[in-house]
């Protein structure tokens, strides 16, 4: 692959992608009840990979300018100019049409609008909207983060239900703990340029405080899933088990915050991740089983 392609690749921020998709399938088998066609599973992935890759493309146009103030986005391609922004506009708008297209001609329509609606919210809401003027921004505009399992759950069904906002819901509330903690790290970062991230404009206790608040808002929609989707006793299990476990690093990281000491906010900015996947794991068990 030449340089040129990686870097259409790298605008695409394909890792982050992978967070995404994480929740997709395990939506699609609890709409079904099972296991989906594998036609439809690979066409959702394929239509999903490239909607979240056009939002990131045109996120990465929008922001290029902050991208080389931050020490960890100096690598992007439009800060390397191994692509022009003209080129990088043009492959995410490329992008979102196809992938809408996608969606629409093999999936069904309701998918493919909630995936240009995904699109649009990320682009316009966050990125241009709330990103750069206020410290909620990841609350409101991380919502975009969430409609993988919506458009996962219509791929399915053509509709969406209470168990797919739980679904939503879930994700929403994720959402703050795993960025805020990220945000901690790189707080100088978002300073330089002139992001205010909560842990920018906001002490650390009020940020870690901020993230049990959201973490225990996350925990308690994911339990309230058990009886609305009728999951049985193997997920509810699961979702107090690993709640319980994030909960707890959620409290460590006030208390270490609050004695002054390190906070280890990156420890839990991995263990979101996990949480994340385990949750959707036991989602997926019960849905076939």
């Not at 990686?6 to 609890?30: D, F, G, S």
């Not at 009840?33 to 890759?53: D, E, K, N």
């Not at 240009?116 to 505009?141: D, E, Q």
């Not at 994030?246 to 979101?272: C, K, N, W, Y």
Request: overall charge positive; hydrophobic content about 55%; some cysteine.
């Amino acid at each position: 692959m030449n340089a040129k392609a990686r870097a259409y690749v790298a605008l695409m921020k394909l890792r982050v992608v992978e967070l995404l998709l994480i929740t997709t399938v395990p939506a699609m088998m609890l709409a079904k009840r099972g296991m989906p066609s594998v036609w439809l599973i690979v066409v959702t992935l394929v239509a999903g990979t490239l909607s979240a890759g056009s939002a990131n493309t045109i996120n990465c146009y929008v922001d290029r300018d902050i991208d080389q103030v931050m020490g960890r986005t100096r690598k992007r391609p439009l800060v390397r100019a191994t692509v022009t922004p003209t080129e990088a506009l043009v492959f995410g708008i490329l992008l979102g049409i196809v992938s809408t297209l996608m969606f629409g001609l093999l999936v069904n329509w309701p998918s493919a609008l909630l995936s240009l609606g995904a699109i649009s919210f990320y682009v316009f809401v966050y990125t241009l909207g709330l990103k750069r003027r206020t410290p909620s921004n990841i609350v409101i505009g991380g919502a975009a983060g969430c409609f993988p399992v919506l458009i996962g759950w219509s791929a399915v069904t053509g509709s969406l239900s209470w168990s797919a906002a739980l679904l939503f819901a879930i994700v929403f509330f994720w959402t703050p703990p795993h960025f805020w903690a990220l945000a901690m790290k790189f707080r100088d970062d978002y300073a330089a340029a002139g992001i205010p991230m909560l842990p920018v404009v906001a002490s650390p206790e009020t940020v870690t405080r901020r993230i049990l608040f959201y973490a225990y808002g996350m925990v308690a929609v994911s339990l309230v899933l058990a009886p609305v989707a009728h999951t049985g006793w193997f997920y509810l299990a699961s979702a107090i088990a690993v709640g319980g476990w994030f909960l707890v690093e959620a409290h460590r990281i006030v208390r270490r915050t609050a004695r002054g000491e390190d906070p280890r906010a990156m420890h839990l900015f991995h263990m979101s991740i996990t949480y994340l996947t385990l949750l959707f794991t036991a989602i997926a068990i019960v849905a076939v089983v």
